[in-house]
C-alpha cells in the first residue's frame, strides 16, 4: 500500500500570503492519480487539482498543482479568508488508494 | 444536477448490524465508480474501497478487507456499505464518492453529504 505523508500538518499563514503544501509518496505515483481535496469544518471533502496539476471545475486560478513521481506540492498562491481549511492528498494505484493524513491551513 | 444522497445518521449498539445507503442521480450511476471513504472523529480521510455498479468489480483497501461489504443495486442507482457485526471503533463520518476519469486522471469529484454511524453500548 502507498502511504503518502503530508507536511506540514498545521500551516499558519495570513491572508493575501502564498502557501505550499507538500505531499510525499513512499513509492512512485502515476500523475494521472494523484489528486487534492480541501475539506472544511462539517462539510464533505471538494475536489481543487486531479492528475497532480489540473484545476478540478470551478476552482480558481490561485490554486495549482505540481510534481511527479513521489513529490507533489499544492500551492496557493494569494491567500484567501475561504481557503483556510484542511487540505488533503490522494492517490489511486494498483487498484488501491490512499490518502495523506491532512495539512491544516490555519490563519495567523 | 449531478449528485450523491446518503442515508441519514444512524445510531447502533456493539455487534449489530448495519447497511447504509448513497443514491447517485443526475448522471449515468453504472458508467462511473463509486468509493467510500471513512472519517473518524477529528481525524482524517481513508480511502476504504471502490465499486463499479455496471459489473459490481469491487476493490478493498487492505485495512477495511473482510470488515465491510461494499455492494450496488444499478436498478435504483445505489450503493450500499455495510458491517455484519459494529464495534465502537466504527463510529465515524463515512462519505462516498464518485470516481470521474478526465482525461485518464482520475479522482473522486462528487461526494455525498456523509452518514454519521455512532456504535455506542
Known amino acids: 500500500e502507498i502511504v503518502l505523508t503530508q507536511s506540514p500538518g498545521t500551516l499558519s499563514l495570513s491572508p493575501g500570503e502564498r502557501a505550499t503544501l507538500s505531499c510525499r509518496a513512499s513509492?512512485?505515483?502515476?500523475?494521472?492519480?494523484l489528486a487534492w481535496y480541501q475539506q472544511k469544518p462539517g462539510q464533505a471533502p471538494r475536489l481543487l487539482i486531479y492528475?497532480?496539476?489540473s484545476r478540478a471545475t470551478g476552482i480558481p486560478d490561485r490554486f495549482s498543482g505540481s510534481g511527479s513521481g513521489t513529490d507533489f506540492t499544492l500551492t496557493i498562491s494569494r491567500l484567501e479568508p475561504e481557503d483556510f481549511a484542511v487540505y488533503y492528498c490522494?492517490?489511486?494505484?494498483?487498484?488501491?488508494?490512499?490518502f495523506g493524513q491532512g495539512t491544516k491551513l490555519e490563519i495567523k | 444536477e449531478v449528485q450523491l444522497v446518503q442515508s441519514g445518521a444512524e445510531v447502533k449498539k456493539p455487534g449489530e448490524s448495519l447497511k447504509i445507503s448513497c443514491k447517485g442521480s443526475?448522471?449515468?450511476?453504472?458508467?462511473?465508480?463509486i468509493g467510500w471513504v471513512r472519517q473518524m472523529p477529528g481525524k482524517g480521510l481513508e480511502w476504504m474501497g471502490i465499486?463499479?455498479?455496471?459489473?459490481?468489480?469491487?476493490r478493498y483497501s487492505p485495512s477495511f478487507q473482510g470488515q465491510v461489504t461494499i455492494s450496488a443495486d444499478k436498478s435504483i442507482s445505489t450503493a450500499y456499505l455495510q458491517w455484519s457485526s459494529l464495534k465502537a471503533s466504527d463510529t465515524a463520518m463515512y462519505y462516498c464518492?464518485?470516481?470521474?476519469?478526465?482525461?485518464?486522471?482520475?479522482?473522486?469529484?462528487?461526494w455525498g453529504q456523509g452518514t454519521m454511524v455512532t456504535v455506542s453500548s
Open positions: 464518492a464518485r470516481e470521474v476519469t478526465i482525461f485518464g486522471a482520475d479522482a473522486f469529484d462528487i
Open positions: 443526475g448522471y449515468s450511476f453504472t458508467s462511473y465508480w
Open positions: 465499486i463499479y455498479p455496471g459489473d459490481s468489480d469491487t
Open positions: 513509492q512512485s505515483v502515476s500523475s494521472s492519480y
Open positions: 492528475g497532480a496539476s
Open positions: 490522494q492517490q489511486y494505484g494498483s487498484s488501491q488508494g490512499t
